[in-house]
Protein backbone atom coordinates (compact mmCIF):
# COMPACT_ATOMS: atom_id res chain seq x y z
CA UNK A 1 0.00 0.00 0.00
CA UNK A 2 3.08 1.97 -0.28
CA UNK A 3 3.24 2.78 -3.99
CA UNK A 4 2.68 5.94 -5.03
CA UNK A 5 -1.08 6.76 -5.63
CA UNK A 6 -0.79 10.19 -7.81
CA UNK A 7 -0.89 8.44 -10.98
CA UNK A 8 -4.05 5.82 -9.80
CA UNK A 9 -7.00 7.20 -11.22
CA UNK A 10 -9.54 8.67 -8.21
CA UNK A 11 -12.57 5.83 -9.00
CA UNK A 12 -9.68 3.10 -8.46
CA UNK A 13 -8.45 4.93 -5.13
CA UNK A 14 -11.82 5.26 -3.55
CA UNK A 15 -12.40 1.50 -4.25
CA UNK A 16 -9.34 0.55 -2.32
CA UNK A 17 -9.93 3.31 0.38
CA UNK A 18 -13.42 1.55 0.87
CA UNK A 19 -11.48 -1.49 1.48
CA UNK A 20 -8.75 -0.31 3.38
CA UNK A 21 -9.93 2.09 5.87
CA UNK A 22 -11.56 -0.08 8.55
CA UNK A 23 -7.50 -1.64 8.98
CA UNK A 24 -5.90 2.08 8.72
CA UNK A 25 -7.76 4.04 11.54
CA UNK A 26 -10.32 3.55 14.40
CA UNK A 27 -12.37 5.58 17.25
CA UNK A 28 -11.31 6.15 20.40
CA UNK A 29 -11.83 8.68 23.37
CA UNK A 30 -10.03 12.24 22.30
CA UNK A 31 -7.89 14.68 24.08
CA UNK A 32 -9.60 17.20 21.82
CA UNK A 33 -12.93 16.30 22.62
CA UNK A 34 -15.36 13.51 22.80
CA UNK A 35 -14.62 10.45 20.24
CA UNK A 36 -11.97 11.32 18.13
CA UNK A 37 -10.38 9.11 14.93
CA UNK A 38 -6.84 7.77 15.12
CA UNK A 39 -4.55 5.99 12.91
CA UNK A 40 -3.91 2.34 13.67
CA UNK A 41 -1.37 1.92 10.33
CA UNK A 42 1.38 4.36 9.25
CA UNK A 43 -0.28 6.85 6.58
CA UNK A 44 1.42 8.04 3.95
CA UNK A 45 1.57 12.19 2.96
CA UNK A 46 -1.35 12.29 -0.01
CA UNK A 47 -2.92 9.06 1.12
CA UNK A 48 -6.63 8.81 0.73
CA UNK A 49 -7.72 7.79 4.09
CA UNK A 50 -11.69 7.85 4.22
CA UNK A 51 -14.73 8.86 3.12
CA UNK A 52 -17.02 11.61 4.86
CA UNK A 53 -19.74 9.03 3.48
CA UNK A 54 -23.57 10.16 4.12
CA UNK A 55 -26.01 11.33 2.27
CA UNK A 56 -26.20 13.81 -0.28
CA UNK A 57 -28.71 16.51 0.81
CA UNK A 58 -29.72 19.66 -0.42
CA UNK A 59 -28.73 23.01 1.83
CA UNK A 60 -32.74 24.30 2.45
CA UNK A 61 -33.26 20.73 4.19
CA UNK A 62 -30.54 21.38 6.85
CA UNK A 63 -32.57 23.64 8.70
CA UNK A 64 -35.57 21.07 9.13
CA UNK A 65 -32.87 17.62 9.62
CA UNK A 66 -30.98 20.06 12.21
CA UNK A 67 -34.49 20.32 14.33
CA UNK A 68 -35.96 17.05 13.71
CA UNK A 69 -32.47 15.25 15.11
CA UNK A 70 -32.56 17.89 18.07
CA UNK A 71 -36.27 16.86 18.82
CA UNK A 72 -34.97 13.53 19.48
CA UNK A 73 -31.77 13.55 21.22
CA UNK A 74 -29.94 12.87 18.28
CA UNK A 75 -26.80 14.32 17.44
CA UNK A 76 -26.29 15.93 14.39
CA UNK A 77 -23.56 15.51 11.46
CA UNK A 78 -23.32 17.10 8.38
CA UNK A 79 -20.69 18.17 6.20
CA UNK A 80 -21.35 20.91 3.62
CA UNK A 81 -19.83 20.20 0.21
CA UNK A 82 -20.91 23.45 -1.10
CA UNK A 83 -23.53 26.12 -1.41
CA UNK A 84 -26.25 23.61 -2.50
CA UNK A 85 -25.24 20.55 -1.47
CA UNK A 86 -24.40 18.95 2.25
CA UNK A 87 -23.92 15.74 3.42
CA UNK A 88 -25.57 14.48 6.30
CA UNK A 89 -23.81 11.59 8.02
CA UNK A 90 -26.30 11.76 10.87
CA UNK A 91 -28.03 8.56 10.07
CA UNK A 92 -25.85 6.91 7.55
CA UNK A 93 -22.29 7.59 8.38
CA UNK A 94 -19.33 5.81 9.17
CA UNK A 95 -16.39 6.94 11.74
CA UNK A 96 -15.20 9.88 9.79
CA UNK A 97 -17.71 11.79 11.41
CA UNK A 98 -15.63 11.16 14.90
CA UNK A 99 -12.65 13.05 13.10
CA UNK A 100 -12.03 16.30 15.34
CA UNK A 101 -10.97 19.74 14.08
CA UNK A 102 -7.60 21.39 14.73
CA UNK A 103 -5.64 24.48 13.54
CA UNK A 104 -3.13 22.63 12.61
CA UNK A 105 -4.53 19.37 11.12
CA UNK A 106 -2.40 16.41 9.74
CA UNK A 107 -5.66 15.90 7.36
CA UNK A 108 -7.46 17.95 4.68
CA UNK A 109 -10.75 17.09 2.69
CA UNK A 110 -11.35 17.81 -0.58
CA UNK A 111 -14.67 17.18 -2.95
CA UNK A 112 -14.41 14.42 -5.85
CA UNK A 113 -16.44 13.00 -8.45
CA UNK A 114 -16.39 9.44 -8.39
CA UNK A 115 -18.98 7.40 -11.14
CA UNK A 116 -20.16 11.22 -11.40
CA UNK A 117 -21.37 11.53 -7.70
CA UNK A 118 -19.54 13.35 -5.34
CA UNK A 119 -17.61 12.13 -2.39
CA UNK A 120 -16.07 13.87 0.17
CA UNK A 121 -12.88 12.63 0.93
CA UNK A 122 -10.24 13.40 3.67
CA UNK A 123 -6.31 13.06 2.66
CA UNK A 124 -3.54 12.99 4.41
CA UNK A 125 -1.18 16.47 4.32
CA UNK A 126 1.80 14.68 6.04
CA UNK A 127 2.49 10.87 7.15
CA UNK A 128 0.40 9.94 9.78
CA UNK A 129 1.70 7.47 12.50
CA UNK A 130 -0.08 4.95 15.01
CA UNK A 131 -1.52 6.19 18.07
CA UNK A 132 -2.08 9.95 15.78
CA UNK A 133 -5.36 11.39 16.10
CA UNK A 134 -6.61 12.39 12.65
CA UNK A 135 -7.59 16.25 12.43
CA UNK A 136 -8.71 18.23 9.61
CA UNK A 137 -9.56 22.14 9.86
CA UNK A 138 -13.39 22.49 9.85
CA UNK A 139 -13.15 25.82 8.25
CA UNK A 140 -16.64 27.15 9.92
CA UNK A 141 -17.91 30.51 8.68
CA UNK A 142 -17.19 33.10 11.46
CA UNK A 143 -20.49 33.89 13.45
CA UNK A 144 -21.11 35.91 16.49
CA UNK A 145 -21.49 32.42 18.74
CA UNK A 146 -18.17 31.53 18.90
CA UNK A 147 -17.28 27.53 19.81
CA UNK A 148 -14.16 27.18 21.79
CA UNK A 149 -11.56 25.26 20.68
CA UNK A 150 -9.72 22.61 22.13
CA UNK A 151 -6.98 21.00 19.49
CA UNK A 152 -3.72 21.95 21.71
CA UNK A 153 -1.95 23.38 18.67
CA UNK A 154 0.32 26.22 19.11
CA UNK A 155 -1.33 28.47 16.63
CA UNK A 156 -4.39 27.03 18.02
CA UNK A 157 -7.05 30.39 16.62
CA UNK A 158 -8.94 29.85 19.65
CA UNK A 159 -12.67 29.27 18.41
CA UNK A 160 -14.02 26.76 15.66
CA UNK A 161 -15.69 29.68 13.96
ZN1 LIG B 1 -7.50 25.18 17.65
Redesign the pocket.
Known sequence: RHQPQNDVPVAMRYRACQRMYRENVGVFGSHIHGLGLFCLQEIDSGDMVIEYAGTVIRSTLTDYRERFYESRGIGCYMFRIDSDEVVDATMSGNMARFINH??EPNCYSKVVAVDGQKKIMIFALRRIVPGEELTYDYKFPIEEAKIP?K?G?AR???TLN
Open positions: SCCCSCRK
